[in-house]
DNA sequence: GAAATTAAAAATTTCGAGAATGATTGATAA
DNA sequence: TTATCAATCATTCTCGAAATTTTTAATTTC
């Protein structure tokens, strides 16, 4: 493979990469609400054929990052101050359950993690408030801020809410991308991770619970400004 | 469109039926644990290409009621008591959260509703209480029960809930089937119902929850004899 | 000018063939 | 007999073209 190739990266991928790229691009807001998916457009992005595009389409309907209309295709849902609050409640009930049990089953090996992931986190946040140009940025604190949350209720013991979570922190972060200026970034996050943390590490649920609610709840103080309900 | 296309329902299926058709086959327990799902197979039950089946398998597989790995295709979960009691859980903290946000925000429509529900999923089990074979009943059943359970938290205000509820409630049924006789029917069943209803019809939603808690109860005491959990 | 009909364009869906990959069988040798 | 490897078979994956449907544009009619 010649060093010309290396520019050429959609050269090759599979269809995980593609659902991967599709849905970091949803919840960064570079593909806005409203517009249609073509499979035929979309496959000059990634150098296959619209067959595949279509079937990584499908998938990410299923998470619920598309809509699916039966023979009028894909689109990006619209983003909606109603649909934001669903998703986020349903993600606190979710979060705060897998966490209280995290806590009540996690080791030290699990602690230890989560101080690093927060840790990460915290570093990347602070950096971030005094930014020039935050969507440089916007990426890699989305990875490090799933992997805080994803951290924090990774020893609750059932895969099924961990995956539930996953689904529900891209789709949170879609809807806000949509809604509010910034992709969602805020001051505020950086006290609120370090209460969610000092409470999982002081092995108290309901204070873990409450951290979580807090960190949510900018929502119903402050609500977007452009965030008609349609 | 003329009469006689009506009945022939069989010649052109579109997804969404062959989708119902498989998820069924495999909540009654036909598509049993650990055999493989080959496009090229199933393609003669619906009379359609490969493709389309491979589509729907995806489907499929993103409500986790079948197993994909690449290049290796599909496959029926297997059924562990393991998984079965962690999408009891799962459903039990769900169903609770959404049931009593209806009982705080459903109307006497609703209340109707749930109890119309009620009376033929009732009229269902105590019928199937003597029946002969128990088999030919199990759809109906399943419809009815479902139909019991949705009713419940349709006024919740969420469709994630619901939504959530409505893929739960199917692989619940998937791994029941796969690892107790009778399809997951009991005796005790229309009494539980009955105590979910008559806690909702009281607007109590701890007690509805409680009851909720006693309808999957039977899993604790009495666990399945061939539920190795491999 | 507005509404309804018709024609053209674009997008979606279906499908079967060929390429790529994994699984199976059988032969050979230790 | 057991293990290794090669050849064979079956299945999955990808793709572009044909068929169906929807959307857009143009035309006609009231």
Not at 211 to 227: G, K, M, N, Y
Request: proline fraction near 3%.
């Amino acid at each position: 493979m010649t060093a010309a190739a290396k520019t050429q990266v959609t050269d090759h991928i599979d269809q995980g990469s593609i659902y991967d790229s599709i849905r970091a691009r949803l919840a960064e807001g570079e593909l806005k609400p409203g517009k249609r998916l073509k499979p035929d457009e979309l496959r000059a992005d990634y150098g296959c054929s619209a067959s595949a595009i279509r079937e990584v389409l499908f998938r990410l309907a299923c998470g619920r990052f598309v809509d699916f209309e039966e023979q009028r295709g894909f689109r990006v849902p619209e983003a909606t101050l109603k649909r934001l609050l669903e998703i986020r409640d349903f993600r606190v009930l979710i979060e705060s359950e897998a966490a209280a049990r995290s806590i009540a089953r996690g080791d030290m090996e699990w602690e230890a993690r989560l101080n690093a992931a927060h840790h990460k986190l915290a570093h990347m946040e602070v950096k971030m408030r005094h930014a020039q140009r935050l969507r440089e940025h916007i990426a890699i604190w989305t990875r490090f801020d799933w992997e805080f949350h994803e951290t924090l209720v990774s020893a609750c013991g059932s895969s099924l809410l961990q995956d539930t979570l996953h689904d529900l922190f891209y789709q949170y972060r879609q809807q806000l991308a949509g809604l509010v200026p910034d992709y969602g970034f805020r001051e505020g996050t950086v006290d609120e991770h370090k209460a969610i943390l000092d409470a999982a590490l002081a092995r108290n649920p309901e204070k873990c619970a409450e951290a979580i609610r807090q960190h949510f709840s900018f929502l119903d103080d402050d609500p977007p400004s452009s965030a008609g309900t349609v």
